[in-house]
């Protein structure tokens, strides 16, 4: 599972009383869940047993829900502990998921239980949007509080699948087959045993230093901030003003949402025919047309706009969702070697915490509506189709093509 679409979910309820406006409440509550998402994800990282972990994470959402519905909404510091404890739960399920998950898994299945990770963001954050309908925003802490519940039991009954097992008993084989050739009496057996476990503990200097620890979390940083900046987020405001006012924003991002959620589960459907490069290659290029059209749209086919503005900005959703959606979430416990996959996923996290929250500060589209004032060009439509330009390029280079394996 995977609760961090509660940090996205900033219609939260004001009153006027508070000192500071609505908007900067607001921007204290979302950037309270943000920062607090960054570091839990790095502490996450640092440890080993993943099924503790993500308990402690459901916990924390848990406990932020609970927060957020006994209290007083109209205070500022309630809000922002909820928040804040959401973000920190939020932050640690980001990292363990997709690990967890690809360890667990039998190879076949990897791919798509890793990439539900983000199915369940989508479909969280759609019906948080239902519920802000109708004005009851507690509607989505109840839900919180329920799947958590409903989380917990599951990782305190069920046990690890038979895959996951028989790893862990086939290494606990080997370590025995190489006591029992070494005079026990010795005390040789334990020594053994404790240079196995350091010698799994990665020297933060490799990073920088081997290759087979550097170039993926280069990738994994590179994917992450592909993802961001390419736009999805100011491209749905401009489907808002093309729309005028036939469409509520609240309906409009829920349709939207449910063309992301489709088009993801089409992406996690053919991923096995095309392949995780391809399909990033795909979403690039599908990505960089669209957008080229968009611009020519705006400023050399105005009379069209109101037609196919929509259609196109639907159409760059549809094949930003078929790839650079979920794909950078399933790729990043697969490119790492064993011992870096955490420490990497957990470095990914927080720098898409980070970009979430400067992309979504007001400050953002202040700056890009000066720079329209003051040349008559949308600069940041260019800027997303470099991106994606660059997004293809990098997929066709740098994604290794990556087999499905038992971990070891």
């Known amino acids: 599972m995977c609760l961090e679409w509660t940090w996205h979910d900033d219609d939260v309820t004001t009153e006027n009383d508070w000192s500071t406006s609505e908007n900067m409440s607001k921007t204290l509550i979302y950037g309270g869940a943000i920062i607090s998402a960054g570091p839990a994800a790095l502490i996450a990282s640092m440890q080993t047993k993943l099924r503790e972990v993500l308990t402690i994470g459901t916990l924390f959402t848990l406990c932020g829900s609970i927060v957020l519905m006994t209290c007083s909404t109209g205070a500022l510091s309630t809000l922002i502990t909820g928040r804040i404890l959401h973000g920190m739960g939020a932050g640690i399920v980001c990292v363990v998921v997709p690990n967890y998950a690809a360890e ?220 650079y959606g979920p794909i950078p979430w399933i790729l990043m416990p697969q490119i790492c070697p064993r011992k870096s996959k955490l420490w990497t996923s957990g470095v990914a996290v927080s720098l898409y915490a980070f970009l979430n929250l400067i992309i979504n500060q007001p400050f953002i589209n202040n700056i890009r509506y000066m720079m329209y004032m003051s040349s008559g060009v949308d600069i940041f439509l260019f800027m997303f189709t470099i991106v994606s330009v660059f997004g293809t390029v990098f997929a066709c280079i740098f994604i290794p093509k990556i087999k499905d394996r038992i971990s070891s």
């Open 104 to 323: 667990i898994t039998e190879p076949k299945y990897r791919d798509v239980l890793t990439g539900l990770h983000h199915i369940y963001l989508l479909s969280g954050m759609m019906l948080s949007h239902f519920a802000d309908d109708y004005c009851t925003y507690s509607y989505v802490n109840v839900g919180i509080v329920g799947m958590a519940i409903l989380n917990l039991i599951v990782l305190c009954v069920i046990e690890d699948p038979p895959c996951f097992q028989l790893i862990f008993y086939e290494n606990l084989r080997k370590s025995e087959s190489d006591c029992k050739c070494i005079d026990v009496s010795s005390n040789s057996c334990h020594k053994l045993l404790r240079y196995r476990d350091i010698d799994k503990i990665m020297e933060l200097s490799s990073i920088f230093t081997k290759k087979q620890y550097y170039r993926p979390l280069f990738i994994n940083i590179c994917l992450i901030s592909i993802q961001q900046f390419t736009g999805n987020i100011s491209l749905m405001d401009k489907l808002h003003c093309a729309y005028g006012k036939q469409l509520p924003i609240s309906g409009m991002l829920s349709t939207i949402t449910g063309f992301q959620l489709i088009s993801s589960i089409c992406c996690l459907l053919t991923i096995y025919i095309l392949g995780k490069k391809n399909l990033l290659i795909i979403s690039g290029i599908g990505m960089t047309i669209t957008l080229s059209l968009v611009i020519n749209t705006l400023y050399y086919m105005k009379s069209f706009d109101k037609l196919w503005l929509p259609n196109l900005i639907i159409m760059y959703i549809i094949f930003y969702s078929i790839g």
